[in-house]
């Protein structure tokens, strides 16, 4: 089995920073891309934040260039997403994604989402 956890969420002033991590665990024989979505409320549609390959190459939703960084760690299989500069509008569920290669096969897995609140 695999999963990813996130952690890092929680409730920041605007202006303020914080940094997501998603770990991934399990049986996995190496993982490619990663991702973080966010999703502003139950119902949404889940928004694609950022991405980042397995060799390090990141982009971006056009809204977040500038205040977001993704980088992940390969010999953790951990992604970050470092938030700067948040604003209200960047309340949401974050959720990571990873393309994870098991018995030679590709899986897509989410993590369960932590929670991000902007207060301005």
């Known amino acids: 089995q695999v999963q990813l956890v996130e952690s890092g969420g929680g409730l920041v002033q605007a202006g303020g920073s914080l940094r997501l991590s998603c770990a991934a665990s399990g049986s996995i024989d190496s993982v490619n891309a990663m991702a973080w979505y966010r999703q502003e409320a139950p119902g949404k549609q889940r928004e694609l934040v ?3 390959t397995s060799g390090g190459s ?8 500038g205040r977001f960084t993704i980088s992940r760690d390969n010999a953790k299989n951990t992604v970050y997403l470092q938030m700067n500069s948040l604003e209200p509008g960047d309340t949401a569920v974050y959720f990571c994604y990873a393309e994870i290669v098991r018995f030679g096969l590709t899986f897509a897995y989410w993590g369960q989402g932590t929670q991000v609140t902007v207060s301005s």
Do not use: L
Not at 58 to 65: G, L, V
């Open 58 to 65: 990141a982009n971006y939703e056009d809204s977040m260039k």
């Open 50 to 52: 950022a991405t980042i």
